[in-house]
């Protein structure tokens, strides 16, 4: 796994922290798609769960999307799903190995759209007009929806060659 990571946050300060723990996250995820070919990542390594790293990466765009860049001030919509998350409907992870690169620029980009936001709502307590909740909240999210897929993406990239590691 790749060590040229974000360290966990050593920070006391609430922003600096939660932001922290952010980079953390997003790195975590990008060192687990590390040194695969397209193919391994589209590998769906859990029968019988859908999921596939390229699948966690385009799920995380949309959540970077949805809870990060809501200070845009505008709802942006989904990428990649059709329907309702509340129904459980996650069509994000159906993708090919052609879906690669456009999928981990996307990822980017939202990662970017959602730093550039951030930067100009420095008030954790600011409320978002699209979902009503705090900067706190929408980053909280945005960690935990990180956090429980890195988790996902730590069994699936053992699956496909062995790699273990945090």
Request: glycine share 8%; aromatic share 8%; proline share 4%.
């Amino acid at each position: 796994m790749d060590d040229d990571r974000a360290p966990q946050p050593d920070a006391d300060d609430e922003r600096d922290l939660t932001l922290g723990w952010l980079r953390f996250h997003r790195d975590a995820l990008a060192a687990k798609c590390a040194g695969l070919d397209d193919d391994q990542l589209v590998l769906r390594a859990a029968p019988p769960s859908p999921l596939s790293l390229l699948g966690l990466v385009r799920h995380l765009a949309e959540m970077e999307r949805a809870y990060g860049s809501w200070p845009q001030g505008t709802d942006r919509g989904f990428s990649w799903v059709w329907g309702d998350y509340a129904d459980g409907a996650e069509d994000d992870v159906d993708c090919t190995a052609d879906d690669v690169r456009e999928s981990f620029e996307t990822w980017m980009r939202e990662r970017a759209v959602t730093d550039t936001a951030l930067e100009a709502r420095p008030d954790l307590d600011a409320r978002s007009e699209v979902n009503g909740h705090s900067v706190r909240w929408n980053l909280a999210k945005l960690v935990g929806e990180y956090a429980r897929h890195n988790g996902h993406a730590d069994l699936l990239r053992e699956r496909i060659d062995g790699a273990t590691g945090e």
